[in-house]
T-cell receptor, first 111, second 113 residues
C-alpha cells in the first residue's frame, strides 16, 4: 500500500533555531519525493523535488535529503524565521500521476 | 505570470445540493489536478486532467466529477453534497503531467450545512 508518514506531527521551536522534519515513504513504483510548505489558508508551495538518484537538494534555508534505500527523507530548516511557521507536507509520486501525501508536520516558530 | 486561480474562494451549500468549482491554470500549463484537503484525511488526490482528458482518478465516489476545456481551464463538480464533503478543494497545474512541478491555487473552501 502506498503511504507517506511524517514525524513529528507538530513542532515548536524558537526563532533562529534549526529543525529537521522526517518522512518515511512506501511508494511503488517511485518517481520522486517532494516537500511542500503550506501556510494557513493557502495552497501548498513546492520546496524541493528529488528523484531516487538525488541525495540532497537545497532551496535557500531549506535542505531536503533522500535515502532511497531506507525510503526516508528529511527536511532541514536552518536559522528558522517566524515566516517558517506553516505545515510541511512530504509527498511521494508513484509515476502513475497520483501523488501520495503525508499528513504534514505543523511547525510553529516562536519569537 | 499569473498564478493558478480558483473561484469561488468560499462557498456554503446545504446537503443534497450540487456545486461546481473552477480552476484556471498558469498560462501554458496543460495539466490540472484536483485535491481535497480535510483536517482528518489531509490532502487526497481527486483526479488529473491533461489536454481535456482525465488521466488519473483517485478513490472518490462518482459524485465527484470534473472536466477540462480546450483552454486548459478545469471545473470540478460535486453532486448530492454530504456533510463530509466540507473541505478545502485545491487545484494544481503543471506544464506536463503531474510528475512535473505542480503549482497550487489558493483553494475553494466548501462548507456543507
Amino acid at each position: 500500500k502506498n503511504q507517506v508518514e511524517q514525524s513529528p506531527q507538530s513542532l515548536i521551536i524558537l526563532e533562529g533555531k534549526n529543525c529537521t522534519l522526517q518522512c518515511n515513504y512506501t511508494v511503488s513504483p517511485f518517481s520522486n519525493l517532494r516537500w511542500y510548505k503550506q501556510d494557513t489558508g493557502r495552497g501548498p508551495v513546492s520546496l524541493t523535488i528529488m528523484t531516487f538518484s538525488e541525495n540532497t537538494k537545497s532551496n535557500g534555508r531549506y535542505t531536503a535529503t533522500l535515502d532511497a534505500d531506507t525510503k526516508q527523507s528529511s527536511l532541514h530548516i536552518t536559522a528558522s524565521q517566524l515566516s517558517d511557521s506553516a505545515s510541511y507536507i512530504c509527498v511521494g509520486d508513484n509515476q502513475g500521476g497520483k501523488l501520495i501525501f503525508g499528513q504534514g508536520t505543523e511547525l510553529s516558530v516562536k519569537p | 505570470k499569473a498564478g493558478v486561480t480558483q473561484t469561488p474562494r468560499y462557498l456554503i451549500k446545504t446537503r443534497g445540493q450540487q456545486v461546481t468549482l473552477s480552476c484556471s491554470p498558469i498560462s501554458g500549463h496543460r495539466s490540472v489536478s484536483w485535491y481535497q484537503q480535510t483536517p482528518g484525511q489531509g490532502l487526497q488526490f481527486l483526479f488529473e486532467y491533461f489536454s481535456e482528458t482525465q488521466r488519473n482518478k483517485g478513490n472518490f465516489p462518482g459524485r465527484f466529477s470534473g472536466r477540462q476545456f480546450s483552454n486548459s481551464r478545469s471545473e470540478m463538480n460535486v453532486s448530492t453534497l454530504e456533510l463530509g464533503d466540507s473541505a478545502l478543494y485545491l487545484c494544481a497545474s503543471s506544464v506536463g503531467q503531474s510528475y512535473n512541478e505542480q503549482f497550487f491555487g489558493p483553494g475553494t473552501r466548501l462548507t456543507v450545512l
